[in-house]
């Protein structure tokens, strides 16, 4: 299907730092799941708002992304991480973060300081995750990040998080989950979730993973709280007869994917449906809803 994303007019790049910042315990979990496993879970955390130093008094000095200084019981005890966004993989400049992971460490000399590049491209090529500099023969400087790059990362190993972060990213991963079956799973996610919430992220969801006219509508149905449309139900209630209550991780039988792509279409129906109806009810007239819709007054009578 044709990925013919919805315009919302929303600046990724805007809402994936207050994505991070709402979540900064999701954050770390997500980019740097091993260190909850050594240290525990973070006791506080707080944000540094730095630019680097001008090199040009007539200039302003480059700001970094995000700084969050991290605090634990166990190990280190102050971690220092510094996340890089970028929109496409062609835009990743390590030299750039280089040049900020410097003026970070002059700063905070006793801090471990953790670079991350996250890369929210879909169907992006593998990036680097660093560079050495040569001179003379000889090497002078040698420079890595960790590189998290949704298509690179496995939607499976997610799917049945609670983690927030990773939840509103989840249709731009990769691995061997369909589409439909990631946007089941983010939309079974944040239907438990909180409702205010879960309305502020949606245009950060719909954006980062493409989503089109018919993925995009059947997500604002169910975010909206509208009556779960048949084909639903009919997909949750075959997956737990047949022991699969947490199969969308796990993969659903071979064939089902074109059931889905046909329940897009009556999802999205039934939807601008309702909504004709509503609008009749609060006496807009058909010229509107039509324009609005495409629907017309027989349409109701089906």
Same mark, same amino acid.
């Given at each position: 299907?044709?990925?013919?994303?919805?315009?919302?007019?929303?600046?990724?790049?805007?809402?994936?730092?207050?994505?991070?910042?709402?979540?900064?315990?999701?954050?770390?979990?997500?980019?740097?799941?091993?260190?909850?496993?050594?240290?525990?879970?973070?006791?506080?955390?707080?944000?540094?708002?730095?630019?680097?130093?001008?090199?040009?008094?007539?200039?302003?000095?480059?700001?970094?992304?995000?700084?969050?200084?991290?605090?634990?019981?166990?190990?280190?005890?102050?971690?220092?991480?510094?996340?890089?966004?970028?929109?496409?993989?062609?835009?990743?400049?390590?030299?750039?973060?280089?040049?900020?992971?410097?003026?970070?460490?002059?700063?905070?000399?006793?801090?471990?300081?953790?670079?991350?590049?996250?890369?929210?491209?879909?169907?992006?090529?593998?990036?680097?995750?660093?560079?050495?500099?040569?001179?003379?023969?000889?090497?002078?400087?040698?420079?890595?990040?960790?590189?998290?790059?949704?298509?690179?990362?496995?939607?499976?190993?997610?799917?049945?998080?609670?983690?927030?972060? &990773?939840? !509103?990213?989840? %249709? *731009?991963? /990769?691995?061997?989950?369909?589409?439909? #079956?990631? @946007?089941?799973?983010? +939309?079974?996610?944040?239907?438990?979730?909180?409702?205010?919430?879960?309305?502020?992220?949606?245009?950060?969801?719909?954006?980062?993973?493409?989503?089109?006219?018919?993925?995009?509508?059947?997500?604002?149905?169910?975010?909206?709280?509208?009556?779960?449309?048949?084909?639903?139900?009919?997909?949750?209630?075959? &997956?737990? !007869?047949?022991? %699969? *209550?947490? /199969?969308?991780?796990?993969?659903?039988? #071979?064939? @089902?994917?074109?059931? +889905?792509?046909?329940?897009?279409?009556?999802?999205?129906?039934?939807?601008?449906?309702?909504?004709?109806?509503?609008?009749?009810?609060?006496?807009?007239?058909?010229?509107?809803?039509?324009?609005?819709?495409?629907?017309?007054?027989?349409?109701?009578?089906?």
């Amino acid at each position: 299907m044709p990925r013919k994303s919805a315009s919302l007019k929303v600046s990724v790049d805007q809402a994936i730092k207050e994505l991070l910042q709402l979540h900064p315990d999701d954050t770390l979990a997500f980019l740097l799941p091993e260190i909850p496993t050594q240290r525990g879970a973070p006791t506080m955390w707080r944000f540094h708002n730095v630019q680097v130093r001008k090199k040009d008094l007539l200039r302003k000095g480059l700001v970094m992304d995000l700084n969050i200084e991290y605090r634990f019981r166990e190990g280190a005890p102050l971690l220092l991480v510094l996340v890089e966004h970028w929109s496409t993989s062609r835009s990743v400049d390590l030299v750039r973060t280089a040049q900020y992971y410097l003026d970070l460490a002059s700063r905070f000399p006793d801090h471990e300081i953790v670079p991350v590049a996250l890369i929210t491209e879909i169907d992006a090529d593998p990036v680097p995750d660093g560079f050495r500099k040569m001179a003379l023969g000889v090497e002078v400087i040698r420079f890595s990040t960790r590189v998290v790059q949704l298509s690179q990362t496995q939607a499976q190993d997610w799917v049945d998080t609670r983690n927030l972060v &990773a939840a !509103a990213l989840l %249709m *731009a991963m /990769g691995g061997s989950m369909s589409r439909s #079956q990631k @946007l089941l799973a983010t +939309i079974d996610f944040f239907l438990r979730h909180d409702e205010g919430e879960t309305r502020l992220l949606f245009p950060l969801i719909s954006e980062v993973g493409k989503l089109n006219e018919e993925e995009h509508a059947m997500t604002i149905k169910y975010l909206t709280q509208l009556p779960k449309p048949l084909f639903m139900t009919m997909l949750e209630e075959q &997956a737990t !007869a047949s022991g %699969m *209550a947490k /199969g969308i991780a796990k993969g659903m039988e #071979q064939g @089902l994917e074109k059931g +889905i792509q046909q329940g897009l279409q009556q999802g999205i129906r039934a939807s601008k449906l309702e909504g004709a109806r509503k609008m009749r009810e609060h006496g807009i007239g058909w010229e509107v809803i039509t324009d609005v819709t495409g629907l017309k007054p027989e349409d109701l009578q089906d």
